[in-house]
């Protein structure tokens, strides 16, 4: 029942026009935001970790701006996933930095994509110009709706298991391209090290160094910006921090959180702050998102 629930939700959502689906995510993101809950409470504590050089009125707006552009990217979904393809990308507007998508020959290309802006989208763009796979989190209530829309392009999605990550090293010696979101707190069968991520202790994978390193992949960033005023969105690409497939696993973890850095720092309002990403401690220290919701 749930699942159905969810569906004719989807759909229904999908049939508004773009303009209509932001402005009830801003609507719905200010409410949000005013409603005491447990995200608008980790959100703070993780903009204060990372930006303490802001003011805790700085602090207090980024985080009302961040959940608000992050409601506007949960109703985007059900236009990336259900609209025509063709429709979706037409909603693709400026693109920076796309030479950086350049390769020698039979190389492979790995893209990594933070949870910044809109970062469904991506997938559907790379599989229109390319060979594309990408690893995904299997969700109980709406796996075969995901699947189906992400593929639908003719993206392969795999598993963030051991197979799936044998499937992703194939593709690269095989020269083709795959995309990875980098600032996830993965599962312990990938590989993760504590690494700094803006000055603080995070737990980082090591799934990017260890694929870039066995294929000599090229590393890239990628995220799509949401533009003003319903235009749609800028599509940005930048290299990846020197180190990224060091044999060294903490610097090739500091260079890969570094490289996600500097994506938030383009804007930062568009990042998902409500993500836990520093949940899992080195030495047993205590998590910052204990207590009750505010």
């Known amino acids: 029942m749930k699942r159905w629930l969810m569906l004719i939700l989807l759909h229904s959502i999908a049939m508004l026009p773009w303009n209509w689906l932001q402005t009830l995510g ?3 993101g200010t409410l949000w935001v005013w409603i005491p809950n447990r995200q608008r409470r980790d959100a703070l504590i993780n903009i204060r970790l990372c930006l303490p050089h802001l003011s805790e009125t700085q602090h207090l707006k980024l985080r009302h701006q961040s959940m608000v552009h992050l409601a506007c990217t949960y109703m985007e979904f059900a236009a990336i996933w259900l609209w025509p393809t063709s429709k979706v990308l037409g909603l693709i507007r400026e693109e920076t930095g796309a030479e950086l998508l350049q390769c020698q020959p039979g190389q492979g290309l790995i893209l990594l994509s933070p949870h910044l802006g809109s970062w469904e989208i991506i997938s ?20 075969e709706v995901l699947l189906k829309a992400r593929q639908r392009n003719g993206a ?16 690269l010696l095989q020269g083709q391209s795959i995309g990875i979101l980098p600032d996830q707190v993965t599962r312990e069968e990938t590989g993760s090290i504590f690494a700094p991520f803006f000055g603080i202790k995070a737990a ?16 890239v960033f990628v995220f799509a910006e949401r533009l003003p005023n319903h235009l749609g969105f800028h599509l940005h690409w930048l290299p990846a921090p020197d180190g990224i497939a060091s044999n060294d696993d903490l610097e090739a973890a500091t260079a890969l959180n570094k490289g996600v850095e500097q994506c938030i720092t383009i804007c930062p309002e568009q990042y998902q702050w409500t993500y836990r990403r520093f949940r899992r401690h080195p030495d047993q220290e ?6 009750p919701s505010i």
Request: proline share 7%; no cysteine.
């Open 26 to 28: 801003k609507i719905l």
């Open 204 to 219: 980082t994978m090591l799934l990017v160094a260890r694929l870039a390193r066995r294929s000599n992949a090229k590393v």
């Open 156 to 171: 392969a999605l795999v598993p963030d298991n051991f197979t799936g990550v044998k499937n992703l090293l194939r593709n």
């Open 124 to 143: 559907l763009y790379r599989a229109s110009k390319d060979r594309f796979t990408a690893m995904y989190r299997p969700q109980h209530h709406l796996d």
């Open 286 to 291: 205590p998590s910052p998102y204990r207590g």
